[in-house]
């Protein structure tokens, strides 16, 4: 697996972020439940958010993001980056593989 830091940036007032953020929570929710996410939250100040992801690809985890109603509705942005955790706390062993 290959892990990512995703940086979502708001492009969009936060009244439209607020209008999308309960399907994109639920969207969030799905990478939960397959494995993909480790964590998610909104940057402090409120204009974006972090998510650590795993995935077999960029091209995978891309493509996972491009449904996030945040990129459908156009009011925000993904960047990714790709890291190697050499170093974690013993915890995320079996997460990170």
């Known amino acids: 697996m290959k892990h990512f830091i995703v940086d979502i940036r708001y ?4 009244s439209e972020i607020e209008r999308v953020l309960a399907r994109h929570r639920a969207f969030l929710s799905e990478g939960y439940e397959a494995g993909l ?16 992801a795993r995935a ?27 890291f190697s955790p050499v170093r974690r706390q013993a915890f995320l062993d079996e997460w990170v593989g």
């Open 11 to 14: 492009i969009a007032p936060i």
């Open 37 to 52: 996410l480790l964590m998610s939250g909104p940057k402090n100040p409120r204009k974006g958010g972090i998510v650590v």
């Open 56 to 82: 077999e690809s960029r091209e995978a985890i891309e493509a996972f993001f491009a449904r996030d109603p945040y990129a459908l509705e156009n009011v925000a942005t993904h960047h990714f980056t790709e």
